[in-house]
């Protein structure tokens, strides 16, 4: 069965190209032109993948971001910007996002960017091996996480990086290496979602964001997963 992919965006001309190519790319498609719409599709349909616009009448892309997520629909979602903002970028994957793309766009990156999630999101499972550290343990046969005894809630992308990083405790991963292997990107792409994610990741399960025990930044080489101190 093909994967289905929904495409959100208010500009006819937007829709038509983005469908044209990824059904060319071998994906089923729906379509919706404002946020209300998506929302309601993306509530009552199984898609593999939300192409979803962040300037959208009604309801924009950030508010179907959290509305969707809120309501624990983890739905891969590759969002569009017409903005060249950090902020904006950096707000959407905050809110759970999985990537952006800044118009214009190729065609052709979009369907990278697609697979690219996809091969993730219906790749190699996590091992069935719950882990411990400090207080933290991780159970990836269920995709939860409790932090002194109490659930703590992560997008799919937030979990995948904390685990990948827990799997390779004591040992420092480039931002490069963590962009390939949990976003498995095909070309070069932006770290800054690395970083926004790791800042994400220390808001949960740090005492203090401000001196991190758990993940620690290798200055010019990355990120490293430590036993904290007791």
């Not at 993306?42 to 009604?58: F, T, V, W």
């Not at 770290?191 to 991190?212: A, F, Q």
């Amino acid at each position: 069965m093909k994967q289905k992919v929904l495409i959100v965006d208010d500009e006819s001309s937007i829709v038509t190209l983005v469908d044209y190519n990824v059904k060319m790319a071998g994906f089923q498609t729906d379509v919706a032109y404002d946020g209300l719409e998506a929302m309601k599709k993306a509530e009552e349909n199984d898609y593999d993948l939300i192409i979803l616009d962040l300037m959208l009448p009604g309801m924009d892309g950030m508010e179907v971001c959290k509305h969707l997520r809120s309501n624990k629909i983890s739905t891969p979602i590759l969002m569009l910007t017409a903005k060249d903002d950090e902020f904006d970028k950096i707000l959407g994957l905050e809110l759970g996002a999985d990537d952006y793309l800044t118009k214009p766009f190729s065609p052709k990156e979009v369907v990278a960017r697609i697979k690219a999630i996809l091969r993730r999101t219906n790749g190699e499972q996590p091992v069935n091996k719950t882990l411990r550290i400090g207080n933290l343990v991780i159970f990836p046969e269920r995709y939860e996480v409790e932090m002194n005894n109490e659930i703590i809630t992560f997008t799919r992308k937030e979990f995948e990086l904390l685990f990948y990083l827990a799997k390779h405790k004591g040992k420092v991963i480039s931002r490069d290496q963590l962009l390939n292997r949990i976003w498995n990107y095909d070309f070069i792409g932006d770290t800054r979602i690395v970083d926004v994610h790791i800042s994400h990741l220390r808001d949960k399960i740090e005492p203090t964001t401000k001196k991190p025990t758990y993940i620690k930044t290798i200055r010019g080489l990355g990120y490293k997963m430590e036993e904290p101190l007791t």
